[in-house]
């Protein structure tokens, strides 16, 4: 299937038009259009490698919302004009222990990822949804709820899923107090989720005129890292703190912050953090520890969750012909809280 994208050719050059071939269905497959595709961070950092594994073309994008066209001969659970969605990952060995207990995100053999990754049959690079067209294997394709905007669903596929994952796994609930570090694209849909779960909900930051930005988003307070006696006064006030920031940091100044057996989640920094003291975690039985993006199931529970509780991130929706400059928006953070691209846009001409 001929379509096209936009793609990085190399870590130096801006994205561009690209044509290329969509694998032909096999019989467990589906078929979409792409209407609507969120923008992360980590398509930023894969066009550019920064984490040194990209390879090249590369069409990034997967937080893609999209319209079944066709199925393959085996696929029951879709049919043409269905509302789908699909995340970080199309495809996993499906018979490790972690995949039969749905986390194929924790693929013993590692999952596939939806663009720089190789496609399990062919070796093939895979391509993601900076794109008109997308085929998928039917159980990585997740189904859009009613009610849930699909222009304001892609988002969901990972900052959703990056965020939930831990509050749910660190069984977040009515009673739990959270903390929420960095208020970007992940850490506003920590902040919606964990008021949505029911947790009493802090952002940290260490400027005081966001303020205003996390009681908007559902928070209850804030929290001013840089402000000494504040953060004196909070020691051990949190049960889960959810660590968004994408950068290298000292996370040391946090731990006093939680509680007794606390925990401390990285889901923002991939790579180095400063060094840190091993006391506050010795002393009050505190943990750090990381999570990815959750499996499928996880996934539809989260969808299903958004659209019950209405919680849909914050976006602004751009034209495929403006992603390098949203790239460039969001090395400044210049952005509330998260791009989307109205695939609408993508025009024939041009690509080569």
Not at 119 to 133: C, I, L, M, Q
Not at 166 to 178: A, D, F, I, K, Q
Request: charged residues 20%; aromatic residues 6%.
């Amino acid at each position: 299937m001929k379509t096209i994208g936009y793609a990085a050719q190399a870590a130096t050059t801006p994205l561009a038009p690209f044509s290329f071939e969509r694998r032909e269905l096999r019989s467990n497959d589906v078929a979409m259009e792409v209407l609507y595709c969120g923008v992360c961070h980590s398509d930023l950092h894969t066009a550019r490698n920064d984490w040194g594994w990209s390879t090249y073309p590369s069409v990034p994008g997967h937080e893609i919302v999209g319209r079944v066209t066709a199925v393959g001969s085996g696929v029951t659970r879709y049919k043409p004009g269905d509302s789908v969605a699909v995340g970080c990952m199309v495809d996993s060995c499906q018979k490790c222990d972690q995949c039969q207990k749905g986390e194929e995100q924790l693929c013993r053999l590692g999952n596939t990822q939806t663009y720089n990754g190789k496609d399990r049959v062919t070796g093939e690079p895979t391509f993601g949804g900076y794109a008109k067209h997308l085929v998928v294997r039917e159980e990585f394709v997740l189904r859009v709820p009613a009610g849930l905007d699909p222009a304001r669903t892609g988002p969901l596929l990972c900052a959703g899923i990056t965020t939930y994952a831990p509050l749910r796994h660190w069984n977040v609930g009515p009673g739990t107090r959270v903390g929420v570090l960095g208020l970007g694209g992940l850490g506003h849909m920590a902040v919606k989720l964990a008021v949505g779960l029911g947790a009493d909900v802090t952002v940290l930051s260490r400027r005081p005129d966001k303020q205003a930005d996390a009681l908007a988003l559902g928070a209850h307070r804030l929290l001013v890292s840089a402000d000494k006696d504040a953060m004196k006064k909070a020691k051990a006030s949190f049960d889960v703190i959810i660590d968004t920031v994408p950068v290298k940091h000292d996370v040391t100044p946090y731990m006093p912050l939680l509680d007794i057996d606390g925990t401390f989640v990285i889901v923002g920094q991939l790579g180095p953090l400063a060094e840190i003291s091993s006391m506050p975690m010795v002393s009050g039985r505190r943990r750090i520890t990381g999570s990815l993006i959750g499996g499928i199931a996880q996934t539809q529970e989260l969808l299903d969750f958004c659209a019950a509780k209405n919680i849909l991130p914050d976006c602004e929706m751009i034209r495929m012909d403006q992603i390098n400059e949203a790239f460039e928006r969001m090395e400044k953070a210049d952005v509330r809280y998260r791009f989307v691209i109205d695939m609408a846009s993508l025009s024939p001409a041009g690509a080569g």
